[in-house]
């Protein structure tokens, strides 16, 4: 077997949806370290901008979008492959976190509105994506620690996040004739806006310091540094994992153990 490249992702063509969030730009910042050129999709034109600015250089591009609407999907795909040509890596990280509530009581609205983000906007970037992609490429999800478990009251995100998995599973043998890699991320608690948001409203639900609590279920104590989770998303990207395929990839400090 050759030797792996110095530079990871050298030349490699890289899509990040929900790409100015934190863990999108940390993993843009590392893929970009790495030789890859990326196209942040993000639903706001001022985030993208600002995250476009903050990486710098000729090798970033963005595109508006909102991943749940097939047409926004396609015109970002086509962005990408007609400044650079086909694509190497789609990470599919877009995400909202919905209600928290008794299932008798829960918001019909805000499930919707969570399965079309990141079910059908996984499902339409595989759809729309993966026919532009290059074989021997990288499809990459987020899912999230709690797509391999449960718990009340976050039923329409712990639902998507585990409908993600089906997803993956089912790509993952179709592309493998390709040898296009399919594979679902599942960070645990990440120090990020996103994040603290949910624990505002966890916090409220529980009756106690939500972030406190989950860094009590973690092993390591604490919560994952945006930039930690990217460095699994480079993993998975590259040649690194070369032979990881259908994986639920835990990044979770042991939360899961």
Known sequence: MAPLSTTLMDGKICIITGGAGSLGLASAKLLLAEGARVMLVDLRE????????????????????????AAQVEAYVAKTVSLWGPIDVIFSNAGNHGAHGPIASYPEESFDSVMAVHVKGAFLAAKYGLPAMRDGGSF????????????????????????????????????????????????????????????????????RDATKMLDEMVPLGRHAQPDEVARSVLYLASDLGSFTNGTTLMVDGGMTA
């Not at 993208?48 to 609407?69: R, T």
């Not at 996040?161 to 599942?186: D, F």
């Open 140 to 207: 990459i999800i987020t899912s999230s620690v709690v797509g391999v478990r449960g718990m009340p009251g976050a039923y329409a995100y712990i639902t998507a996040k585990h409908a993600q998995v089906g997803l993956m599973r089912s790509l993952a043998k179709e592309m493998g004739r390709r040898r296009i890699r399919v594979n679902t991320l599942h960070p645990g608690p990440i120090d990020n806006e996103f994040q603290l948001d949910v624990e505002r409203t966890l916090s409220r639900v529980v009756g």
């Open 46 to 69: 001022a985030d993208l901008v600002a995250a476009a600015a903050a990486l710098g250089g000729e090798k970033i591009a963005w595109c508006v979008a909102d991943v749940s609407q």
